[in-house]
């Protein structure tokens, strides 16, 4: 902590990225945090890439972790399918970033996609010019079973 101390006065912003952090336990994960927001960080971002997280912890780590004063982003991979659901429980927390992907390029099977995230939103339109292009630079076919996102359709 001292080094982010020192660096402080420089202007720089600094970031803390902690994966896996919901193999361990609440206080655990605040002491974590408190520790890195007393450094000088001011973004912290909560990784679980080993899909040990449900909605629900998500949910109690971010707005516990809120007390801290830090930003919070979330890189929620999806191999159990709870990515999005985790996302949504997040921004409900007090998450203020979320890492997406597009059409699920990625590793593995992808994290947060943005399109289930906007999912009913006035952006369906960009969306789609969006994905083709990832599509097309990919050489890869937008799947026929993609999330439903324009506006009229999600009543």
Same mark, same amino acid.
């Given at each position: *902590?001292?080094?982010?101390?020192?660096?402080?006065?420089?202007?720089?912003?600094?970031?803390?990225?902690?994966?896996?952090?919901?193999?361990?336990?609440?206080?655990?994960?605040?002491?974590?945090?408190?520790?890195? @927001? $007393?450094?000088?960080?001011?973004?912290?971002?909560?990784? @679980?890439?080993?899909?040990?997280?449900?909605?629900?912890?998500?949910? @109690?780590?971010?707005?516990?972790?809120?007390?801290?004063?830090?930003?919070?982003? *979330?890189?929620?991979?999806?191999?159990?399918?709870?990515?999005?659901?985790?996302?949504?429980?997040?921004?409900?927390?007090?998450? &203020?970033?979320?890492? &997406?992907?597009?059409?699920?390029?990625?590793?593995?099977?992808?994290?947060?996609?943005?399109?289930?995230?906007?999912?009913? &939103?006035? &952006?369906? $339109? $960009?969306?789609?010019?969006?994905?083709?292009?990832?599509? $097309?630079?990919? *050489?890869?076919?937008?799947?026929?079973?993609?999330?439903?996102?324009?506006?009229?359709?999600?009543?």
């Amino acid at each position: *902590m001292k080094s982010f101390s020192m660096l402080l006065p420089t202007g720089l912003r600094f970031k803390s990225r902690c994966r896996t952090l919901f193999r361990f336990g609440l206080v655990e994960q605040l002491f974590i945090y408190s520790a890195l @927001d $007393k450094g000088g960080v001011r973004y912290i971002g909560i990784t @679980d890439a080993v899909n040990k997280a449900n909605p629900w912890q998500v949910y @109690d780590l971010v707005r516990t972790i809120r007390s801290v004063g830090c930003d919070i982003g *979330m890189f929620l991979c999806n191999e159990n399918g709870c990515a999005l659901a985790n996302a949504y429980c997040a921004l409900e927390a007090g998450a &203020t970033h979320i890492n &997406t992907s597009v059409l699920g390029i990625g590793e593995r099977v992808g994290i947060t996609a943005l399109r289930g995230l906007m999912a009913g &939103t006035f &952006t369906a $339109k $960009k969306l789609r010019d969006l994905e083709e292009i990832v599509a $097309k630079a990919n *050489m890869v076919e937008i799947p026929f079973n993609n999330f439903v996102a324009e506006p009229s359709l999600s009543r």
